[in-house]
């Protein structure tokens, strides 16, 4: 295949949307290390932070459906990158996609962007739009628009991505991981062409110096072509696991499977269901005509097994930079609110507990720093348990959503069924409730030090209620608190103190093993 000669390599202003996603957080470094300026648009420019490149980027605040925003971000800007969507967000998702795309196309023009870069779905061949799955119905119309546009476009379009933190590979990893014997929907035997996230930002970022009459889409995949029964035997083996058993069953309906996938793994029915959806369909390309523009490195595109066994290593190594968690969910409880953070306006219900300990403040601080995932939430697993589940049972969250790493937060990180909204590292953890409940809530942990220069554990925990729902709510669990909050502020200097005291004791007798409070194997 000839290989199209690149336009010179000057460095280019881009702009990325969804920044703090899976794809756009893993996108930015890669643009900057060729060479190339980045600005973010995010609604919430303050979840960017904590991110390695933050001080490297220009971070606007705007939103894709808003006009004015959109174009004051697109100016100056040679190339546009599409990486949002409105997946998960409610059954007006298409529209909110239709219109979005549309309000960026218009707004690309205007600036004189000289190209939009969009990752979009893979499609079956011969499959008229009207039966494909919501998803990827609305994942092939934006693609159109901005290919009807004014504007030269790059669409490409991926199936399953494999990478750690990605929300296809965390469906096969917990599926595969937790049932060794497997009664699955019928979509198992269906082929599909999944590729590395290695190569799709390899491609995303040589779409940005494409000539300027390329305008059009191109399927991306890695070399093999599976089966989803054959990934998840795939995994196992890479894994290191026993062979898995896979029954199929014809009457699991996307919907009764979503609600399965959303049991067995920490992806929400919301998510799931029309990524399941799109699986009814043989998803393979027909043509591989991106590697006239980016040519293909030798080994690349990566095979199935590469990909899988890399993104393990980064899960097991905690070297996760993205997670499919790491974007919120248009409309969520986490969403900001205007008055944020004076708690201005309406009721607002406080539970606050306080705690001396006898350890500095940066030992408190690594306790109240590595809260969550599978150190949990040192108060009655089983009532956070229970409380994950229900939350699951309504279509929520749920509290499998785990930690992006271990030990170390950031601004914009999901907690289980939490988000990180503010922290000041040494001093306060500010996390936003994502579960469903009637009105808002936070929890706050801070590491203080008295007059008297003793360390202080401080917890609010507040819930801003909608309704008299939200009100009779709180009302009805004000009893558990003293248990549930009570005894996490209990536990939580016990477990500061307990780590300063093994902390001790390794100085004086040499290299132990470190201390974790509840940590366990999840294989």
């Known amino acids: 295949m000839e290989t ?36 973010c648009l995010a609604r919430a420019p303050d979840k960017l932070r904590d991110h390695p490149w933050a001080g490297d980027v220009d971070a606007v605040r705007g939103d894709v459906t808003d006009e004015e925003s959109v174009a004051a971000a697109m100016s100056g800007i040679d190339v546009a990158y599409y990486l949002v969507h409105a997946l998960g967000s409610g059954a007006g998702f298409e529209e909110t996609d239709r219109r979005a795309a549309r309000v960026f196309a218009e707004q690309a023009h205007a600036a004189g962007v000289r190209r939009i870069v969009y990752l979009g779905g893979l499609t079956p061949r011969g499959v008229p739009e009207d039966e494909l799955s919501p998803h990827l119905r609305s994942r092939a119309e934006v693609g159109r628009i901005f290919l009807d546009g004014p504007v030269p476009a790059t669409v490409l379009r991926a199936a399953v991505v494999i990478g750690s933190g990605s929300a296809s590979f965390e469906m096969l990893r917990y599926l595969t991981e937790r049932l ?9 035997h269906t082929r599909t062409q ?13 779409s940005a110096t494409m000539p300027q009459d390329v305008d059009r889409a191109f399927d991306i995949g890695g070399p093999d072509v599976l089966t989803y029964r054959r990934m998840m035997r795939g995994y196992a083996a890479v894994a290191g696991l026993r062979k898995r058993i896979v029954v199929p069953v014809p009457m699991l309906t996307p919907r009764l499977s979503s609600h399965w996938v959303g049991l067995v793994t920490p992806v929400p029915a919301a998510i799931a269901r029309p990524l399941t959806e799109s699986l009814r369909h043989e998803v393979v390309c027909h043509e591989h005509d991106i590697a006239r523009y980016v040519p293909d490195l ?3 595109p990566l095979p199935f097994d590469e990909a899988l066994a890399l993104a393990l290593r980064r899960v097991r190594e905690a070297q996760v930079a993205t997670r499919w968690s790491s974007a919120s969910v248009p409309g969520a409880p986490s969403d900001p609110l205007p008055t944020d ?21 940066d030992v408190l601080w690594k306790v109240i720093e590595g809260v969550g995932g599978d150190n949990g939430w040192y108060s009655m697993p089983l009532a956070w348990a229970v409380r994950g589940r229900l939350d699951r049972f309504v279509g929520g969250v749920g509290l499998r959503r785990g930690r992006r790493d271990a030990a170390r937060l950031r601004v914009g990180d999901c907690l289980d069924f939490w988000r990180v909204e503010e922290i000041e590292p040494g001093r306060l953890l500010r996390l936003r409730a994502e579960m469903r409940l009637p009105g808002l809530a936070w929890l706050e942990m801070y590491a203080e030090s008295d007059d008297a220069g ?10 801003h209620p909608r309704g008299l729902l939200g009100h009779a709510y709180w009302w009805a669990v004000f009893p558990f608190h003293a248990v549930v909050f009570g005894g996490m502020a209990r536990n939580i200097t016990q477990a500061a103190a307990k780590g300063l005291d093994a902390h001790r004791d390794t100085s004086r007798s040499g290299p132990g093993l470190p201390v974790r409070s509840g940590r366990t194997d999840r294989r």
Do not use: K
């Open 341 to 361: 953070p004076d708690w201005a306006g309406g009721s607002l219900y406080e539970d606050e507990r306080q705690r001396a300990v006898d350890v500095p403040p």
């Open 4 to 39: 199209v000669r690149q336009p010179s390599r000057r460095p280019l202003n881009c702009l990325v949307t969804g920044a703090s996603g899976y794809v756009g957080g893993r996108l930015v470094p890669e643009l900057l290390e060729a060479g190339h300026h980045v600005r």
């Open 454 to 463: 003793r360390t202080r554990y401080r917890q609010r925990a507040l819930f």
């Open 298 to 300: 030798p080994g690349r």
């Open 180 to 188: 060794p014997v497997m009664v699955t929907p019928s979509w198992v």
């Open 194 to 206: 999944p590729i590395g996230i290695r190569d799709v930002l390899r491609y995303l970022v040589g």
